[in-house]
Nanobody, 127 residues
Framework: QVLLVESGGGLAQAGGSLRLSCAAA????????MGWFRQAPGKEREFVAT????????NYADSVKGRFTVSRDDAKNTLYLQMNSLKPEGTTVYYC????????????????????WGQGSQGTVSS
């Protein structure tokens, strides 16, 4: 089981930015596809962004395209999510996840492809 620890959430105003990090305790991090998902109170968890090995494939939900950027630093075993032009959507918990058996170039957007999940990092965007 891969241990994932998110950080970087917090409070921001609409139009502002937040940057999330996800540190993985895994020597083979560079072999994994990684993803960010989020869940608002009373709603189902949803796909935000995913990134394949070597960043060959990157996917974004339509709702965040052009505003969010997912990236990875394999030397640091860390996944990032830069969130700009934030919308006043209240409180949302962001989860990072890893697909340990992803083939090269694959960055699945469905949650059931991901085997390990972080504990979540909460972000609140106010108007």
């Amino acid at each position: 089981q891969v241990l994932l620890v998110e950080s970087g959430g917090g409070l921001a105003q609409a139009g502002g930015s937040l940057r999330l990090s996800c540190a993985a305790a895994a020597p083979t991090f560079d072999r994994f596809a990684m993803g960010w998902f989020r869940q608002a109170p009373g709603k189902e968890r949803e796909f935000v962004a995913t990134i394949s090995r070597l960043s060959a494939t990157i996917n974004y939900a339509d709702s965040v395209k052009g505003r969010f950027t997912v990236s990875r630093d394999d030397a640091k075993n860390t996944l990032y999510l830069q969130m700009n032009s934030l919308k006043p959507e209240g409180t949302t918990v962001y989860y990072c996840a890893t697909d340990v058996d992803a083939i090269w170039g694959s960055a699945p957007t469905t949650m059931d492809e991901y085997e390990a999940w972080g504990q979540g990092s909460q972000g609140t965007v106010s108007s």
